[in-house]
């Protein structure tokens, strides 16, 4: 089974310690208790900025990190050393607040949508290493920002939700990416409209885990809800603890079996800077 790391939109470098490959027994044995926030000195590192799209590339072994806020273009990947500006020969226009994943049936990274330079977007991208593919769906969903995206390796798929509409209201529809084209899918349940929320899969159930977010047009506008998709519905869970109301966190999945969350942004304005791990 492959394995995928994944972090949402929003998830910006600050996810980049988190994003790991496969780690060899030994090392989740004894990273288990002595795991820590390391800061790093690269040689190399992309210009600062905030709402970029990053995703773990299984396939090459690298964290691919994708725009940001300054109406930014530039591709970069982490090889857990240094970063590397990559110059593809094609590359999607500048944007922040995108949805990306990898998609471990292709072993490519899916790009999808975001705020470029004066409108919302639409388009869906992937990533092969090297360089970027501009895909021609016959079915897409409709432009957004702040969307969640999230390998679902039990389906073989990418899942997308939500985001923020043109109008300011949010989405709350669930789209699958097989590779070749996006699906809608029509659960018989489903979380409320939102953007900025967390998602990742959990490879001990085999399901995609979604947590929080914002809502411009509720109240309280910022939520503290657990859902998981297991390919065909969204289900809510009702766990005994769970992190407070927050969107914009950043989430992957861990070495250690477990979804691990940090931060995200607080309905007083602030940030948290708290951990949690789900499993």
């Known amino acids: ?26 090392v989740q044995a004894s990273s288990a208790s002595t795991a ?22 299984a396939a090459t ?15 970069w990947t982490w090889n857990g050393a240094t970063w590397t500006q990559q110059h593809p020969a094609t590359s999607p226009p500048a944007r922040q607040a995108a949805a990306m994943a990898y ?21 869906t ?3 092969n290493g090297t360089t970027w593919t501009q895909q021609h769906p016959a079915t897409s969903p409709s432009i957004r920002g702040y969307a969640a995206a999230a390998c679902d390796v039990a389906t073989g798929t990418v899942v997308l939700f939500g985001g923020e509409r043109p109008d300011g209201a949010n989405f709350r529809d669930t789209w699958t990416w097989n590779g070749t084209t ?20 959990d490879a001990v159930t085999g399901a995609v885990v979604l947590f929080g977010g914002f809502n411009s047009r509720t109240s309280p506008n910022y939520l503290g809800d657990t859902w998981t998709w297991d390919g065909t519905t969204w289900t809510k869970q009702q766990p005994a ?9 950043a989430v992957a999945d861990a070495a250690t079996g477990t979804v691990v969350l940090f931060g995200g942004g607080s309905p007083d304005g602030g940030v948290f800077g708290d951990t949690w791990t789900w499993g």
């Open 103 to 123: 998609d471990a049936a292709t072993g490519t990274v899916v790009l999808f949508g975001g705020f470029g330079s004066s409108s919302l977007l639409g388009d």
């Open 182 to 201: 996006w699906t809608q899918q029509h659960p018989a349940t489903s979380p409320r409209a939102r953007q900025g929320t967390a998602m990742a899969y």
């Open 36 to 57: 820590t926030w390391t800061k790093q000195h690269p040689a190399t590192s992309p210009p600062a900025r905030e709402d970029a799209a990053m995703a773990y590339d």
């Open 241 to 249: 603890a769970h992190p407070s109301a927050r969107d914009v966190a």
């Open 61 to 75: 072994g690298t964290a691919v990190l994708f725009g940001g806020s300054g109406d930014l273009d530039d591709t």
């Open 125 to 127: 991208w992937t990533w």
């Open 1 to 26: 089974m492959k394995v995928c790391r994944i972090v949402t939109a929003g998830a910006t470098a600050l996810a980049a310690s988190a994003i790991v490959g496969t780690v060899p027994p030994a």
